[in-house]
T-cell receptor, first 113, second 109 residues
């Protein structure tokens, strides 16, 4: 596969569940990102990783926990979510976190019941 | 705190028209600005990236300009086609990555 892939594409979970979103990039990039896209709101940056180290965390609630085990993989661990967390979660990567364009995955549509 | 706005919020044009989408930002201390398109329920497709030192970038029928001092960028689409129908987003990379709310474009056959 090429580009940025995300699994699962759709996820429905209860508020007491624990689940994880997975992102993989096949572009040889060094930076990876998680974004949240809610209905009628602009995309919100959640986390930035550069060379597997977290470099930015935009005041995201602790019920979202990112993990970047290597430069190709990024996870978002979810636990005790709220219905307002329902959204499209998008992963992106870029050559570095400063100068290069970002490439996005197709997203995971999350519904919290 | 960087704020990004896009005008218009929605636009409907007949096929073949040339059109301009606008993006404004409040903090001119940026590294670059990127334009994307997003189809309904899908991820984002990168269109053009303009570095802060550049004035414009072109790709096919698309031309993006950047005026950092006035905090503005425009995306020009020539000879629009129904396949151009999508939401167009600009993203400003300064201290943070900040996206605009988008312009929803419909090109009618």
């Amino acid at each position: 596969e090429t580009g940025v892939t995300q699994t699962p594409r759709h996820l429905v979970m209860g508020m007491t569940n624990k689940k994880s979103l997975k992102c993989e990039q096949h572009l040889g990039h060094n930076a990876m990102y998680w974004y949240k896209q809610s209905a009628k709101k602009p995309l919100e940056l959640m986390f930035v990783y550069s060379l597997e180290e977290r470099v930015e965390n935009n005041s995201v609630p602790s019920r979202f926990s990112p993990e970047c085990p290597n430069s190709s993989h990024l996870f978002l661990h979810l636990h005790t979510l709220q219905p307002e967390d329902s959204a499209l979660y998008l992963c992106a990567s870029s050559q570095d976190s400063i100068s290069y364009e970002q490439y996005f995955g197709p997203g995971t549509r999350l519904t919290v019941t | 705190k960087q704020e990004v706005t896009q005008i218009p919020a929605a636009l409907s044009v007949p096929e073949g028209e040339n059109l301009v989408l606008n993006c404004s930002f409040t903090d001119s201390a940026i590294y670059n600005l990127q334009w994307f398109r997003q189809d309904p329920g899908k991820g984002l497709t990168s269109l053009l990236l303009i570095q802060s030192s550049q004035r414009e970038q072109t790709s096919g029928r698309l031309n993006a300009s950047l005026d950092k001092s006035s905090g503005r960028s425009t995306l020009y689409i020539a000879a629009s086609q129904p396949g151009d129908s999508a939401t167009y987003l600009c993203a400003v990379h300064g201290q943070n990555f900040v996206f605009g709310p988008g312009t929803r474009l419909s090109v009618l056959p």
